[in-house]
């Protein structure tokens, strides 16, 4: 054997490790990549089926829960591709796919969940925001069309705006019923500042209207509180007269 065939031999055996190495490699990274994808696509089918269950009753359109079904039927579909042979997830595209089919006409289910405190406020404001992440993220996978994504988009800002609206009225008729007007004053001005620093503030002209007259009535019922009625002699006012009366004497005494 030549030294020039041995040189060979040595170059192609270190070719061979190299290539074996960068093989082993790429099924490493492939499995990584695997793990990573699963993780994240359950990960987002959780968020999915919280946002199914648990959005409140008086924000979940028909077609906000047809589009909820969509993007849990296309990570059920894509988990399917990572593990071909679950039974639990073809069962749940089965049961996507029917719900899909259904179009508007599908069901909602959820429970009104009237926003009374801010802590309830918050936890809605997490699922607008969760909601939109989910938008976004179906968007950037190619799912959701742009035009879609975006009109989705501003649904979410729309319901956060109804969101704040309900919260500061029932905050306010909350305090309107436990005789604190001036607290419901400050709830429903609140409320009317938010509308009126809306980018479109014409869409909620008509929340905005019923707002203000509830501010109004607020601020009627402090300023009765805090003016005496007429002819109504309290203490103090009884005081300050006998006050006036001993200064009129005195000025009267000074000047004779």
């Known amino acids: 054997m030549t030294p020039l065939m041995i040189t060979l031999l040595v170059v192609a055996g270190i070719a061979i490790l190299i290539a074996i190495g960068y093989m082993n490699h790429v099924v490493e990274a492939n499995k990584l990549e695997k793990a990573r994808t699963k993780v994240e696509l359950n990960d987002r089918l959780r968020r999915c089926g919280e946002l199914t269950e648990t959005f409140p009753g008086q924000f979940m359109t028909p077609a906000l829960k047809l589009l909820l079904t969509r993007l849990e039927l296309n990570v059920c579909q894509r988990l399917l591709n990572l593990e071909k042979t679950s039974a639990t997830t073809k069962a749940r595209i089965t049961e996507l796919s029917a719900m899909v089919a259904q179009g508007e006409s599908i069901p909602v289910n959820n429970p009104p969940a009237p926003i009374m405190t801010e802590a309830k406020a918050k936890d809605v404001r997490f699922l607008l925001e969760a909601l939109h992440g989910q938008i976004t993220r179906a968007a950037h996978d190619g ?60 869409i909620y002209a008509e929340q905005l209207q019923y707002l203000e007259k509830l501010l109004a009535r607020a601020n009627a019922q402090v300023m009765d509180k805090i003016a005496p009625a007429e002819g109504d002699e309290n203490q103090l006012t009884a005081g300050l007269k006998d006050v006036e009366a001993d200064a009129d004497w005195k000025k009267k005494v000074i000047y004779d």
């Open 143 to 202: 799912f959701l069309p742009p035009n879609e994504a975006k009109h989705w988009v501003r649904e979410v800002r729309h319901i956060l705006v109804l969101l704040h609206i309900e919260f500061f009225n029932n905050l306010g008729q909350q305090s309107l019923q436990q005789n604190q007007p001036g607290q419901a004053r400050l709830a429903f001005e609140r409320g009317v500042q938010y509308l009126r620093k809306q980018p479109d503030p014409q």
